[in-house]
Every structure is written in C-alpha cells, then in structure tokens.
C-alpha cells in the first residue's frame, strides 16, 4: 500500500497489517479485538508451539502429505522461534476470545511468512506456505494449543522442581547449623515447650520438599496429548499415521516420554490435569506463605520484636526512617503466595465453565497458570539465594526468652506432679522469677536433677524429659529415653 502496511485477506475480508510483520490478517484482528492486559504470550508457550509445528510438519512429511520443501522451511522457520528469533512478532494478548485460535494463528502465520522466505518468497505472502494449508495441516487449535501448554508447563515444573530443591536444601543446612540453639516454641503465639531452632528449619524443609514432590507428582497428567484429536476429538482431517507419528515426534524433540491420550475425546473436552497443576502449585504457595511469615516473625524487632533470627538487610527499609530494613524477600514470597491462591480460583472456574466438546475458557486458565509458576519458581530463587542461605541467629536473645518462659514447667509436671507444677507456673509469672529458681527454693527438686529435666537433650526430643530420674525416684518399669 505504501503507507507501511499492506492487504491481506481472510474470510470476513480484507485488513491492513504492518509491511514488516510476520503475521497476518487473523493476528492483527486479535490485537484489535482483544486490547485485554497488555501483556503477550509467554516465552516457554511460544517456544512450545514452535515445536508443535515442527513435529506436525515433520509427520505430514513422513505420511506423505506435506511436500518436503514445504515441511522443511517450516521446520527451519520453528526452530528459529524455538531459539528465541522473530519474538517481538507474537504480539496477540494472553486473553482472548476464541479458546485460543489467536495464539494458533500468531504461530501458523509467522513460521507461514518465514518459511516463505527461506523459499525465495517474500512475508505475509501465502502462494507459497499457507498457514491453515501447510503449517496448520492435520492440526486444529484444540489439539496444538493444548499440547504447547502441557510442554511448556513440564519445562517449567522441572525448572521450579529445581528450585524448590534448593530451596529445601538451604533451609536443611539452616537446620543443621542451629541444631544445637534451644528456643521457647511458640502455639496460639503463646509460650510452649522447648524446641531446638534447627527443629524449625528441618520441619519448613519437609513441607518445601513435600511441596515439590506433590508438583512432580501432577506432571505426569501432563504427558498425555491430544495431537491428533483436531477439532472435538474424532480426528477429523488428521491420517492416523499422522497421529502415531507426531506424538512419537513430539516425545523425541522435547525429551519427554509423551503418550497419546487413550481418549481423544476426553483429552479435547477435559482440563482436570491442568487444575491438579494449579492445586499443586496453590498448595506450594501455601507452604511457602507460612514459611515466609514464620521467618519474619522470628526476625522481627531489632528492638520490639522476637529478634530470634536475622534475615539478610538487602535494601533500605524506608524513605523517611534511617537504618530501618525490612523482610523485603519474605514479603515478596507472601505476594506471589497470594497471586497464585488467587490464580487457582481463576483456573478453578476457568475449567468448570468448559461446555460439551470444548473448553473455551482455555487462554485465561493458561496465562493464570504460567503465571502462577513462572513467578513461584523465580521468587523462590530469589528467597533462596537473598534470604534462606544468610539467616543468622540470635543465641543471647534466645536464652533469654528461654530463661524467662514458664513453658518448661511442663517437663517437670511428670516429677512434681500437675498441681504442685502449676502452682510454680503461676509464681514464676506473678514475679517474675525463672522457673528453676522457684524448684530449688521449694527444695521439690535438687539442682542436678534440674540439670538433667531441663537440659536441651530432655527437653527437645520424645518421650519424659529426666525419665532415668524419675525411675529411680519412683521405682517404676518405665522405659528411660534412649
């Protein structure tokens, strides 16, 4: 046209689009239609719907259906997506009308305009790839689309695999190094028994790592393709040796061990795999959350507070009070926590509200999802690496709190009995006093019993705290703590 566009034409008729893109007509009424976030599609989806296209071309190249220069430019113009070229020309919203078919067609007409070149032919000009004919053949939006996703959210459960692992890992070395730092444990944010501040950290490990196992856990849904099923499920216009070949095609090239979903059908109509991914990641999240506020807690003050712990001062914590620091890498953890709770709902309704042979709701329940992922696996790195791996403690001030706390009444209320020990519970807080002392000057126990009752060993592991004491003094069988 000459005004830096040109005509393209599609079934509801002609439109302009930018001389220089890639796309077509079809992309450039969804960015019209659907101004929605002001985001674009994720770099692993694009990625994986690159290799979509690739493995359908190099199957209808294998059954005899597309010809072989043709299949080859595609395959060339995929794997330029695949490395991270022709970006900035996926440009339709996340969140679209459609079930997706702008995303599908983003991808049909860019790889259509670049294979075209590589064939001697110029973009946007479809004589020679057609992106419905050639890149799109034996393939509908409700089969690539939904098999993009399940390869872009495998890669991405491995990468936030990996970081919850590190993550666990650190909080495990935390444990080890504060194994030996007995603490006041706290329940309804009162005084309770002893408990070591390794303990804590040990225990946040086995939710963090129970976390990533319930993830791993949802990816093998993932691997089950509906390629093939095309438009509702039946196959129409894919040749079943099409449909063996492109999963097998798809396995090899992305490295997982793909299947063909035993019902097509179902696997087209049905999301239930992808909500098991966002409860997984929902109860991740959850994990996390009360990590992070357990963290901040121990650390807060430096003056006001528990002050138990430090976490690493990262940034100034404020424009107008000097030396303040804020938990800034634990507060980030709390707000991805709440926008993942939140995206579950999203993906929750999202997947019930699928009707008959399709679930239309599809690009909400997917840019809800990835997002969920991508900001859990990056924010725990962060966590990691600028939190966890720093966290020093507080010995003094532990001891303190420890020698202040009434708690430890309860390991000897097996050796004075619930009444006489309540009634040093209630002196010990009336004045003041550590509960010891009040034992001694009552003379109901002697100063090396103590020692043994409340030394960290007793106090902090199962069974009677000073039991070998308690035999002699009572004569009882009961078995003494190993």
Same mark, same amino acid.
């Given at each position: 046209?000459?005004?830096?566009?040109?005509?393209?034409?599609?079934?509801?008729?002609?439109?302009?689009?930018?001389?220089?893109?890639?796309?077509?007509?079809?992309?450039?009424?969804?960015?019209?239609?659907?101004?929605?976030?002001?985001?674009?599609?994720?770099?692993?989806?694009?990625?994986? /719907?690159?290799?979509?296209?690739?493995?359908?071309?190099? %199957?209808?190249?294998?059954?005899?259906?597309?010809?072989?220069?043709?299949?080859?430019?595609?395959?060339?113009?995929?794997?330029?997506?695949?490395?991270?070229?022709?970006?900035?020309?996926? !440009?339709?919203?996340?969140?679209?009308?459609?079930?997706?078919?702008?995303?599908?067609?983003?991808?049909?007409?860019?790889?259509?305009?670049? $294979?075209?070149?590589?064939?001697?032919?110029?973009?946007?000009?479809?004589?020679?790839?057609?992106?419905?004919?050639?890149?799109?053949?034996?393939?509908?939006?409700?089969?690539?689309?939904?098999? $993009?996703?399940?390869?872009?959210?495998?890669?991405? +459960?491995? &990468?936030?695999?990996? %970081?919850?692992?590190?993550?666990?890992?650190?909080? &495990?070395?935390?444990?080890?190094?504060?194994?030996? +730092?007995?603490?006041?444990?706290?329940?309804?944010?009162?005084? $309770?028994?002893?408990?070591?501040?390794?303990? &804590?950290?040990?225990?946040?490990?086995?939710?963090?790592?129970?976390?990533?196992?319930?993830?791993?856990?949802?990816?093998?849904?993932?691997?089950?393709?509906?390629?093939?099923?095309? $438009?509702?499920?039946?196959?129409?216009?894919?040749?079943?040796?099409?449909?063996?070949?492109?999963?097998?095609?798809?396995?090899?090239?992305?490295?997982?061990?793909?299947?063909?979903?035993?019902?097509?059908?179902?696997?087209?109509?049905?999301?239930?795999?992808?909500?098991?991914?966002?409860?997984?990641?929902?109860?991740?999240?959850?994990?996390?959350?009360?990590?992070?506020?357990?963290?901040?807690?121990?650390?807060?003050?430096?003056?006001?507070?528990?002050?138990?712990?430090?976490?690493?001062?990262?940034?100034?914590?404020?424009?107008?009070?000097?030396?303040?620091?804020?938990?800034?890498?634990?507060?980030?953890?709390?707000? !991805?926590?709440?926008?993942?709770?939140?995206?579950?709902?999203?993906?929750?309704? %999202?997947?019930?509200?699928?009707?008959?042979?399709?679930?239309?709701?599809?690009?909400? /329940?997917?840019?809800?999802? +990835?997002?969920? +992922?991508?900001?859990?696996?990056?924010?725990?790195?962060?966590?990691? =690496?600028?939190?966890?791996?720093?966290?020093?403690?507080?010995?003094?001030?532990?001891?303190?709190?420890?020698?202040?706390?009434?708690?430890?009444?309860?390991?000897?209320?097996?050796?004075?009995?619930?009444?006489?020990?309540? =009634?040093?519970?209630?002196?010990?807080?009336?004045?003041?006093?550590?509960?010891?002392?009040?034992?001694?000057?009552?003379?109901?126990?002697?100063?090396? =019993?103590?020692?043994?009752?409340?030394?960290?060993? =007793?106090?902090?592991?199962?069974?009677?705290?000073? %039991?070998?004491?308690?035999?002699?003094?009572?004569?009882?069988?009961?078995?003494?703590?190993?």
């Amino acid at each position: 046209m000459g005004d830096g566009f040109r005509l393209e034409r599609d079934s509801l008729g002609t439109g302009r689009v930018p001389a220089d893109a890639y796309y077509g007509l079809q992309t450039q009424r969804a960015v019209e239609n659907f101004p929605i976030t002001g985001e674009r599609l994720h770099p692993e989806l694009i990625r994986a /719907l690159a290799l979509v296209k690739k493995a359908a071309a190099l %199957a209808n190249m294998e059954v005899g259906l597309l010809p072989p220069h043709i299949g080859q430019a595609i395959v060339k113009a995929a794997d330029e997506v695949m490395a991270g070229g022709l970006a900035d020309q996926f !440009v339709v919203d996340p969140i679209q009308g459609g079930a997706g078919t702008s995303i599908n067609m983003n991808m049909n007409e860019v790889l259509a305009s670049r $294979a075209s070149e590589l064939l001697g032919g110029r973009r946007g000009d479809h004589a020679l790839v057609h992106p419905n004919n050639h890149v799109n053949m034996s393939q509908s939006t409700n089969d690539a689309v939904p098999t $993009a996703v399940r390869l872009a959210l495998l890669r991405l +459960i491995d &990468e936030t695999e990996g %970081a919850l692992t590190d993550l666990a890992a650190a909080l &495990e070395e935390k444990a080890r190094e504060f194994r030996d +730092i007995v603490k006041v444990g706290r329940t309804h944010l009162q005084d $309770a028994v002893p408990i070591r501040l390794g303990q &804590e950290f040990a225990a946040w490990a086995a939710a963090v790592r129970r976390s990533r196992d319930r993830l791993r856990s949802t990816a093998d849904g993932l691997l089950d393709v509906n390629m093939g099923a095309t $438009a509702v499920g039946t196959g129409l216009n894919a040749d079943p040796g099409y449909i063996k070949v492109v999963v097998a095609k798809l396995a090899e090239l992305s490295g997982y061990p793909l299947r063909s979903a035993a019902n097509l059908v179902d696997a087209t109509q049905n999301v239930d795999v992808l909500v098991a991914v966002s409860g997984s990641l929902k109860a991740a999240a959850v994990v996390l959350d009360k990590v992070a506020n357990d963290l901040r807690l121990l650390a807060s003050g430096p003056r006001a507070g528990l002050h138990e712990i430090n976490l690493p001062p990262v940034q100034p914590g404020s424009s107008i009070m000097p030396g303040k620091v804020n938990p800034v890498m634990a507060e980030v953890i709390n707000q !991805v926590a709440f926008r993942v709770i939140g995206n579950d709902l999203t993906v929750t309704l %999202a997947a019930a509200a699928g009707q008959l042979e399709l679930n239309v709701m599809q690009p909400v /329940l997917i840019y809800s999802l +990835i997002q969920s +992922i991508t900001a859990l696996r990056n924010s725990v790195r962060a966590f990691t =690496e600028r939190a966890v791996r720093g966290i020093t403690a507080n010995p003094q001030d532990i001891r303190e709190f420890l020698d202040r706390s009434v708690a430890v009444v309860t390991a000897l209320s097996p050796h004075l009995g619930y009444d006489a020990a309540a =009634e040093v519970a209630k002196e010990a807080l009336r004045t003041g006093r550590p509960v010891a002392e009040i034992v001694r000057e009552r003379g109901l126990l002697s100063p090396e =019993e103590l020692a043994v009752i409340l030394s960290p060993e =007793e106090l902090t592991g199962p069974g009677i705290a000073g %039991a070998s004491l308690r035999q002699r003094q009572q004569g009882d069988s009961s078995p003494s703590r190993s």
